[in-house]
């Protein structure tokens, strides 16, 4: 059709309160330079507004899915997430999107992946980044992933079908540890600040710190956060190190352009009342703990799945600056109400303690997803055959 552009077949998902462009593997280039060249120049990138591409110009739309069977005994489908960046020629591997997890289940399903079974079929999903396994339980009608349903989550508008993720398998999920440190809380030194954190790793690595530690209430937006630089510039420095700590870098220095997306910083103080993004207002009893969260070197605009599930195993481990942050009642009961700058997000969180170690059984949210568009993104020749 044309002779100048190349087309690839890609669908439009949204997953959770997130958006992003999946792939089937199978029809991108094998060869990881030229698939990423491609997929770069799917979303626009690297362009702030990504104009010329279907990314969304924010970080939460800037996502990407890779999907295809799974040779693995325990998986249906393997799954690679990629934040694909609009600043510069990048995309990140190295962490998760649980946002976008929770709409693979259903593109499985649809693309004829996965058998469909009514009213709930069950999808083992490998997260390729991680080598962890994530169940899905995914509501089915008619052969297809159901769209509609009753059930509502801060940050996207309306009702949808509830899509269950078990997040368990997570727990450790790059060191092999739950605590990496081996600690419960660590220092950070900024300067001549001692920064006291928590390092937990469920979903993805998160940096955990007290507002009061930054001389913050916790409550701010997400516009207050960004408006100030030097905050900004402190949260960086303190996530550097532990990017470090984490063993996902080896000099902090290198943190922020080589691990931009990983770890998460997450700010958390206890429940407050405040107003949502939506104009929505949240009262003290709405919430066990309140957080802000920052990924990509940008707040999040709610709060992401893996930083929520991470924060679901934090309130479990005796300790951590999560668990002495919320309520004896919230520390008992098996759902955690985290209150973010889009609403309320909760996690069921499960876990046997014993001798100081801590085991996850259940690491469970809800998600609603929906495919959006399916099609072709066509791709200049040219800017395939560009050298780096």
């Not at 029809?27 to 010329?52: N, Q, T, W």
């Not at 799974?70 to 990048?90: L, P």
């Not at 007290?210 to 937006?221: N, Y």
């Not at 870098?249 to 997450?266: G, H, I, L, M, R």
Request: proline residues 5%.
């Amino acid at each position: 059709m044309y002779t100048t552009m190349k087309s690839y077949p890609c669908s439009i998902v949204r997953g959770g309160t997130s958006k992003g462009i999946f792939f089937m593997k199978n029809e991108l280039p094998s060869d990881p330079e030229e698939r990423d060249k491609v997929i770069m120049a799917a979303f626009g990138s690297p362009d702030p507004r990504e104009i010329d591409g279907l990314g969304g110009a924010d970080v939460l739309t800037s996502k990407l899915a890779i999907i295809g069977p799974s040779d693995s005994d325990d998986a249906d489908v393997d799954y690679t997430f990629g934040q694909v960046s609009f600043e510069r020629k990048f995309i990140d591997y190295k962490g998760n999107c649980g946002n976008i997890s929770s709409a693979v289940g259903p593109f499985a399903i649809d693309n004829g992946l996965v058998p469909p079974k009514e009213p709930i079929t069950t999808v083992r999903i490998r997260q390729t980044n991680s080598n962890t396994i994530l169940t899905a339980e995914v509501p089915v009608r008619d052969g297809k992933a159901e769209v509609d349903g009753d059930f509502h989550i801060d940050g996207v508008l309306g009702t949808g079908a509830r899509i269950t993720m078990d997040w368990s398998d997570t727990a450790g999920c790059f060191s092999g540890k739950l605590l990496p440190t081996g600690n419960t809380k660590d220092i950070i030194r900024v300067g001549k600040n001692n920064y006291e954190v928590s390092l937990v790793e469920a979903g993805n690595p998160l940096v955990f710190i007290a507002a009061s530690s930054l001389g913050m209430a916790g409550t701010e937006t997400t516009a207050e956060i960004e408006a100030n630089e030097n905050l900004l510039r402190e949260i960086q420095l303190i996530r550097s190190q532990a990017a470090v700590m984490f063993g996902l870098v080896d000099d902090a220095k290198d943190a922020e352009e080589k691990s931009p997306y990983n770890p998460f910083f997450a700010i958390v103080s206890p429940p407050a009342p405040y107003t949502a993004l939506d104009g929505k207002k949240i009262t003290a009893d709405d919430v066990d703990v309140v957080a802000r969260l920052s990924f990509m070197l940008k707040m999040h605009k709610t709060y992401p799945i893996t930083g929520t599930v991470c924060t679901g195993a934090a309130a479990r481990i005796p300790g951590s600056i999560v668990y002495d942050m919320i309520s004896e009642e919230a520390r008992k009961n098996g759902v955690l109400r985290i209150g973010h700058p889009g609403g309320v997000v909760e996690v069921e969180a499960d876990a046997e303690v014993e001798d100081g170690h801590v085991w996850m059984n259940k690491l469970a949210v809800y998600r609603t997803a929906r495919r959006i568009l399916d099609g072709q993104v066509y791709i200049r020749k040219s800017v395939l055959e560009e050298e780096d």
